[in-house]
């Protein structure tokens, strides 16, 4: 079945360590986001790639890195300069025109810093 | 800037009916999506409006007056299961959607 596969689910981390959270689309979609949420908070815009080798800063993009070098893959790379990663990460993925579609949703990541 | 603004909380009754409003001012206007987020799940795609007026899915619904900023979701025939967050989501037009901060339902037996 088509879909979104994020891994790891859970992922604890020690302070100043980098982490990469790894998110695959099996959909054929252009277009791919991450974003985080924090508890009872709606979903904040960290990257965005609307095609291949090409991606965007979305509002809180400081802290972290995006490579987009296959379409099927926008991997998100949290580094030791987030101050406060602990979080949950959504990734997702649409067709380029949202005008139209509606964005597809992984199960999501849990950051969790010690 | 965006804003997107939606009650926090709201509780409603197994069987009835509850709508649960959204309002933004965002820099451009290419659709709004709303979304439903169980806890600890990703969210899941509800409705789209593009165009002023009611759009209608079973028990969801869904208005926009985009003369006003403004949106709402209608559930009707409440069930337990519905007891979930539900996401405004605006498109901006940059293709990447701008979301609240959600509110979360509670339905009582």
């Known amino acids: 079945d088509g879909g979104i596969t994020q891994s790891p689910k859970y992922l604890f981390r020690k302070e100043g360590q980098n982490v990469t959270l790894s998110c695959e689309q099996n959909?054929?979609?252009?277009?791919m986001y991450w974003y985080r949420q924090d508890p009872g908070q709606g979903l904040r815009l960290i990257y965005y790639?609307?095609?291949?080798?090409?991606?965007q800063k979305g509002d809180i993009a400081e802290g972290y890195s995006v490579s987009r070098e296959k379409k099927e893959s926008f991997p998100l790379t949290v580094t030791s300069a987030q101050k406060n990663p602990t979080a949950f990460y959504l990734c997702a993925s649409s067709n380029r025109d949202l005008n139209t579609g509606e964005l597809f949703f992984g199960e999501g990541s849990r950051l969790t810093v010690l | 800037g965006q804003n997107i603004d939606q009650p926090t909380e709201m509780t409603a009754t197994e069987g009835a009916i509850v709508q649960i409003n959204c309002t933004y001012q965002t820099s451009g206007f290419n659709g709004l999506f709303w979304y439903q987020q169980h806890a600890g799940e990703a969210p899941t795609f509800l409705s789209y409006?593009?165009?002023?007026g009611l759009e209608e899915k079973g028990r969801f619904s869904s208005f926009l007056s985009r003369s006003k900023g403004y949106s709402y979701l209608l559930l009707k025939e409440l069930q337990m299961k519905d007891s979930a967050s539900y996401l405004c989501?605006?498109?901006?037009?940059?293709?990447?959607?701008?979301f609240g901060s959600g509110t979360r339902l509670q339905v009582q037996p």
């Open positions: 989501a605006v498109n901006p037009g940059r293709r990447a959607l701008t």
């Open positions: 959909l054929n979609h252009d277009a």
């Open positions: 790639s609307q095609i291949v080798n090409d991606f």
């Open positions: 409006n593009v165009l002023d």
